[in-house]
């Protein structure tokens, strides 16, 4: 059984939610919060293995609480439900440590599949979350290649310590973030540029000039 704890400060909201999740045989729902405080808090009491957290919420939005439950390390992988798909918001919430964004316009079947593939410790993207990321960034680079640009700076990152041959841990302490942060980064990059695994991803930065050093 996948523990959920939902995140979202409208009524009508969690109360759809709750009812949509609680119809599976698989998923059962252990906290609703209407703040991302909240969301924090019953993260801590319950350590369920998926919160769903909307994005704008009061007393603390949604990627500030997505990164104290990340930063906290109770094995909880956040999956953010938004009806944001601007790049900046798709860009914090993944830096913050999320696992997946999907927009509350969804099919339920797809916000079903989204919180199962979280908790397997998949990343699932909207796609049109997708697109404007990579529209964002391939028109601030003209002239790049449509994959290189749809990357994020750290991403980017972690891809080049990638082919120096780091393993997660390693990646993780050189940078300063947590390992499942860094494989929310890796699962995401992977999507973006088309490849399955660590060698392929090594090749294809081989090929394409990410540039730039690692800090």
Not at 83 to 90: L, N, P, T, V
Not at 104 to 122: F, T, W
Not at 162 to 168: K, M, P, R, T
């Given at each position: 059984m996948i523990r959920v704890v939902l995140a979202d400060d409208h009524a009508v909201v969690r109360r759809g939610l709750t009812g949509l999740i609680e119809s599976t045989d698989d998923l059962e729902v252990v906290g609703v919060a209407r703040d991302g405080n909240e969301a924090v808090e019953l993260v801590r009491e319950h350590r369920p293995d998926v919160a769903v957290m909307d994005l704008q919420m009061p007393v603390l939005d949604g990627v500030e609480a997505t990164r104290a439950i990340v930063g906290e390390a109770t094995g909880t992988e956040v999956l953010v439900l938004t009806?944001?798909?601007?790049?900046?918001?798709?860009d914090a919430a993944i830096e913050a440590g999320a696992m997946g964004y999907l927009l509350?316009?969804?099919?339920?079947?797809?916000?079903?599949?989204?919180?199962?593939?979280?908790?397997?410790?998949?990343?699932?993207?909207d796609p049109r979350a997708a697109r404007r990321l990579l529209s964002h960034r391939s028109s601030a680079v003209p002239g790049a290649d449509p994959a290189a640009a749809a990357l994020s700076p750290r991403e980017a990152e972690v891809l080049r310590l990638?082919?120096?041959?780091?393993?997660?841990k390693q990646i993780a302490q050189r940078l300063g973030i947590t390992e499942?942060?860094?494989?929310a980064h890796l699962t995401s990059a992977y999507q973006r540029i088309g490849v399955a695994d660590r060698t392929q991803a090594a090749l294809w930065v081989q090929r394409h000039d990410l540039g730039g050093s690692v800090r």
């Open positions: 009806s944001f798909s601007d790049h900046a918001r798709i509350k316009d969804a099919e339920p079947d797809a916000l079903l599949d989204g919180i199962r593939a979280v908790a397997r410790g998949e990343s699932p993207l990638v082919v120096e041959g780091l393993l997660n499942r942060t860094v494989k």
